[in-house]
C-alpha cells in the first residue's frame, strides 16, 4: 500500500472549501436579512425610537387620568418614561373628559409600586396599593424614596 492511498484526492480538497465558504456566506446573508427586520437590535433611526417613546408616555398619561390617577402617582408607577410625554397624555385625556363630561373608571386591580420604591406609611415595595375594602386609596399616596 502506498501512502497515497489513504490521502482524499486533491480536487476534492478545493471545492469542499468552496462549498463551505459559500455555505457560510449564504448563512451570514440569511441572518443579516433577518435581522434587518427586527426591531429589538435597535436599528431604527433615533427619531422613530423618541416618537414611539413620546406616544407610549402620553399612553400611559391619558390612561392614569381616565383611571383617577394623580399625575404624581403616574410618574412613580412608570420611572422609564418621560415625565414630560406623560404630563402632556394626562392634559390632552383630562380635557377629553372635561369637555365631553366623563367621570373616572375606577380601576379593579390594585397596583404594584416599582421595585424600591416604598410608601410613606411604611409599607413594603411591592406591596398593593389597596384599602381594606379592596379599593384604591384616593390620591392621597405619599411616597418616599428608600
Not at 456566506?25 to 431604527?44: M, N, P, S, T
Amino acid at each position: 500500500m502506498s501512502p497515497r492511498t489513504f490521502l482524499p484526492r486533491p480536487s476534492a480538497i478545493p471545492s469542499v472549501r468552496l462549498a463551505l465558504r459559500a455555505g457560510g456566506r449564504l448563512l451570514a446573508a440569511c441572518v443579516l436579512l433577518a435581522a434587518a427586520g427586527c426591531d429589538y437590535l435597535g436599528l431604527q433611526p433615533i427619531s422613530q425610537i423618541e416618537a414611539r417613546k413620546d406616544s407610549e408616555g402620553r399612553a400611559i398619561g391619558s390612561a392614569c387620568r381616565q383611571a383617577g390617577r394623580a399625575l404624581e402617582d403616574c410618574y412613580t408607577f412608570n420611572p422609564h418614561m418621560s415625565k414630560a410625554a406623560i404630563f402632556t397624555g394626562w392634559k390632552e385625556m383630562n380635557d377629553y373628559m372635561l369637555q365631553n363630561s366623563l367621570t373616572e373608571v375606577r380601576p379593579e386591580v390594585a397596583p404594584m409600586l416599582p421595585a424600591g420604591r416604598a410608601r410613606a406609611n411604611g409599607t413594603s415595595a411591592g406591596a398593593p396599593l389597596a384599602s381594606p375594602s379592596g379599593k384604591p386609596p384616593a390620591r392621597a399616596t405619599v411616597y418616599t424614596t428608600p
